[in-house]
C-alpha cells in the first residue's frame, strides 16, 4: 500500500471568492478546491472562474457585468443563472469531485486508484485518458442518476475509444505504460458499470475479462523492461498486478510464474507475504478445477485423482495456516475490536447482520481485515470441495475425513460472521464516539440514512463479491451478504454488482 499524494485539500490558502452555486444558494462556501465540500456534500455542481473536465475549459462569465445582459430588476429569485453545463461535463464533475473523492488514509491504499484518475484528468494531454476517463464518466452518471441520455452518450464514448485504442495503444504503450494500464482500468471498469441485468452471469463471461488480459499483456512488456532496466513499480502498476491476480482467482486461473513475485512489483514487508499467500489461492483453486475435469472425464475414482487430491488438501490446509499465522503478526493497533450492542436498541436490517459489531482504528484497517476475511472464506471453502471430491468409501478414514470437514464449514462460518460484523463500521454506519473512555462506558454513533460513500464501496466491493459468493452458507447470511454487494453496486453503479441478488450469481 503504497503513499500517494492528496488530491482533494480541504481549503487552498489564497483561494479566492466561494463557488458561484454557494452564493446563489446564500451559504458560505468553504472555498474547498477543485470542489467545495459543501458542493460534494450536497452532490451539486461547484461552479468556479474555471472548470476542467476532460480537456474542455469552461469559463462562467457574468453576463450583466460585461453588457452582454442588461440586469434585471425584480425579486432576487430571478437572478438565479441557468447552469448551462453539457451532459459530458456535468457527468465529469460528478464523477471526478464525488465519486473519486477520497481522504488521505485510503489514499494510501495501492488498491484506490482514484488518485491516479485524478491527477491524470488534472494534467493529462492524452485523448486516449480524455477518452476513457469521459466513456467511465457518462457511464456511471448514467447508473447512479437513472439518465439514459447519458447511458446513450457513454455508448458513443466507449465505441469511439475503443476504435482510438485500437490504433493508439500500441504506440502509447512504448512510451507510456502506466497510462496504457489506467486507460484499459477504465475501459473494464466501464464494462462492468454497463453490465445489463439480462446478461449471463458466469466467471468466464464477462466483458472486462478481455481488457484483463489486454492489461497482462502490457504488465508483461513492462515486466521484461524492467529486467533489463531497474525501473521501480508506480501505483498504477501495483494496481494493476493485483487486479490480474483477483481475475485468476476468479477464473480459477493460475497466476503467470513472471507475475507471481510481489517482491519485483514493489511489494514488501507483511504485503508482500499476503500476497504471496493470495497467489498460492489462485494456484489451488486453478488445480481444484484441473482434478475436478480429470474426475468428470474418468468417471470414476482413480488412484490417481485421489492421491493427488490428499496432496492439494494438505497444500490448502498449510495455506489456510500460513494465513492465520500472517494475522497474529499485524499490529495490534490495526486488529478489530467487538462490541455488543445492547438487546434494546433497534438496529436497521440494512448494513447490521447481527448486534456483533467490529470497529478500527481506521478504515484502510478495516478494509484489510475483510480481505482477509473474504480469503479465507474462499480458501476453506475449495479446500471443503477437495475433501468432498475424494471422500473415502472406506469407514476407517470417514471419522478423519469428516473432522476436516467440520473445520473447513466452522472456518467459513466465524469468518463469515467476522466480516458481515465489519460491515456496518467499513461503510460508515458505526462509529464510537471520541468521548468513550472505557469499553464499559462506550457510546456509539448509528447511521443508517446517508448515502454510501463511493469510496467506501470500493473498499468493500471485493470482500462483499467473494464473501457473497461461498457456497455452503445459511440462506439467511447469503442473503444478506447479496443484498449489501448489490446496494454498493447500485452506489458505485456498476451494473455487475447490481446483480448479485439475482438467481445467477456467482458461486464457488
Not at 498504477?236 to 507475475?259: D, F, N, T, Y
Not at 482434478?291 to 490448502?316: F, I, M
Not at 469499553?439 to 443508517?448: A, V
Request: hydrophobic letters at 40%; one cysteine or more; glycine letters at 6%.
Amino acid at each position: 500500500m503504497a503513499d500517494l499524494v492528496p488530491v482533494f485539500p480541504s481549503v487552498i490558502a489564497g483561494s479566492e471568492a466561494g463557488c458561484r452555486t454557494c452564493k446563489v444558494r446564500r451559504i458560505k462556501c468553504d472555498r474547498g478546491l477543485p470542489a467545495c465540500h459543501r458542493c460534494v456534500k450536497s452532490r451539486r455542481v461547484c461552479v468556479k472562474a474555471r472548470a476542467k473536465s476532460g480537456g474542455l475549459a469552461i469559463q462562467v462569465e457574468n453576463r450583466y457585468a460585461s453588457g452582454v445582459v442588461k440586469r434585471p430588476r425584480g425579486p432576487r429569485s430571478s437572478l438565479l443563472p441557468a447552469l448551462d453545463f453539457d451532459l459530458q461535463s456535468r457527468a465529469l464533475v460528478y464523477y471526478l469531485n464525488y465519486h473519486l473523492h477520497t481522504p488521505a488514509e485510503v489514499q494510501k491504499l495501492v488498491g484506490n486508484v482514484q488518485n491516479s484518475v485524478c491527477q491524470w484528468a488534472s494534467h493529462t494531454t492524452n485523448s486516449l485518458i480524455d477518452l476513457a476517463i469521459s466513456s467511465m464518466a457518462l457511464a456511471v452518471f448514467s447508473r447512479t442518476q437513472h439518465h439514459q441520455a447519458a447511458a446513450t452518450e457513454a455508448r458513443e464514448k466507449y465505441n469511439h475509444l475503443l476504435r482510438t485504442a485500437r490504433v493508439g495503444l500500441p504506440n502509447l504503450v512504448e512510451r507510456d505504460v502506466d497510462a496504457a494500464l489506467l486507460a484499459i482500468f477504465l475501459m473494464s471498469r466501464y464494462e462492468d458499470s454497463m453490465h445489463a441485468p439480462e446478461e449471463v452471469l458466469s466467471t468466464t463471461a464477462f466483458r472486462s475479462y478481455g481488457h484483463h488480459d489486454g492489461a497482462t499483456a502490457i504488465l508483461k512488456i513492462w515486466h521484461e523492461n524492467s529486467l533489463k532496466i531497474i525501473q521501480p513499480a508506480s501505483d498504477i502498476i501495483k494496481h494493476s498486478r493485483r487486479g490480474i491476480i483477483r481475475s485468476c482467482i476468479l477464473r480459477q486461473m493460475p497466476v503467470p510464474a513472471w507475475l507471481a513475485d510481489g517482491a519485483h512489483f514493489g511489494e514488501y514487508g507483511l504485503e508482500l507475504e499476503y500476497d504471496q499467500l493470495v497467489v498460492g489461492v489462485a494456484s489451488i483453486r486453478h488445480q481444484f478445477k484441473t482434478l475436478q475435469r480429470e474426475r468428470l472425464l474418468h468417471h470414476h475414482r482413480s488412484q490417481e485423482v485421489y492421491l493427488r487430491g490428499r496432496d492439494l488438501n494438505t497444500e490448502a490446509d498449510a495455506l489456510s495456516q500460513a494465513l492465520q499465522d500472517w494475522s497474529t503478526r499485524l499490529p495490534s493497533t490495526w486488529c478489530p475490536r467487538r462490541h455488543l450492542i445492547p438487546a434494546d436498541v433497534t438496529l436497521p436490517r440494512r448494513h447490521f447482520f447481527s448486534s456483533i459489531v467490529y470497529s478500527y482504528s481506521s478504515v484502510a484497517h478495516a478494509a484489510l481485515w475483510l480481505n482477509y476475511f473474504a480469503t479465507m472464506m474462499l480458501l476453506n471453502r475449495v479446500r471443503l470441495r477437495i475433501l468432498v471430491l475424494i471422500r473415502p468409501a472406506s469407514d476407517d478414514l470417514a471419522g478423519e475425513q469428516q473432522r476436516q470437514e467440520e473445520v473447513c464449514c466452522s472456518q467459513i462460518r466465524v469468518m463469515a460472521d467476522a466480516l458481515s460484523s465489519s460491515i456496518p463500521f467499513a461503510l460508515d454506519r458505526f462509529a464510537v464516539a471520541s468521548s468513550s473512555k472505557t469499553p464499559g462506558e462506550e457510546e456509539w454513533i448509528l447511521s443508517s440514512d446517508e448515502e454510501i460513500k463511493p469510496y467506501l464501496g470500493y473498499l468493500t466491493a471485493w470482500p462483499l463479491s467473494i464473501a457473497s459468493s461461498i457456497g455452503g452458507l445459511e440462506g439467511e447470511l447469503k442473503d444478506w451478504l447479496r443484498s449489501e454487494l448489490a446496494l454498493v453496486g447500485r452506489t458505485l453503479g456498476v451494473g455487475v454488482l447490481e446483480c448479485a441478488q439475482s438467481y445467477d450469481w456467482l458461486e464457488f
